[in-house]
């Protein structure tokens, strides 16, 4: 199995009130790999990435992408050595191409453990509509 098929796995096993779609890549070129939805917040992306080091890896079309819709997406990166991945929004996606894991400026948003995966993104989701969610 890929790593980004292991990771998407994990990602399933540890969110159970999301309701996920994998989108394959040769579906739209730059769109990220997963479309999650909750009742209370709707719809969001993640990219998922995996690195055997702090460098990221980002097509141009998925740059693209994040750069023209930087709300309610996020990039979640596994690093081979740490047990638990990185989350990130979306609007982090060209200092995250540029620098990499090591940009100082960087803020991810806190993810302790995978199993805090779905709180996580559930808080920084932005409602569709004015008034909707928690």
Known sequence: MKPESK?????K???PNIIW???ESWASFGFPDLVGYTEN???FTVELKV??????TFSPHQIAFHVKHPTNTFILIQTHDA????????????????????ACELERLPLESLSELERSLVHYIVPAFPGSGA
Do not use: D, I, M
């Not at 990771?7 to 990602?11: E, I, K, N, S």
């Not at 690195?51 to 990221?56: E, I, P």
């Not at 047990?83 to 090591?102: D, I, M, T, W």
């Open 7 to 11: 990771l998407w796995q994990r990602v």
């Open 13 to 15: 096993k540890n969110t």
């Open 21 to 23: 779609t994998r989108v």
């Open 41 to 43: 917040r709707g719809f």
């Open 51 to 56: 690195t055997k080091s702090n460098k990221v």
């Open 83 to 102: 047990r638990c991945p990185k989350l990130y929004p979306g609007s982090a996606v060209r200092e995250l191409a540029a620098c990499g894991l090591n």
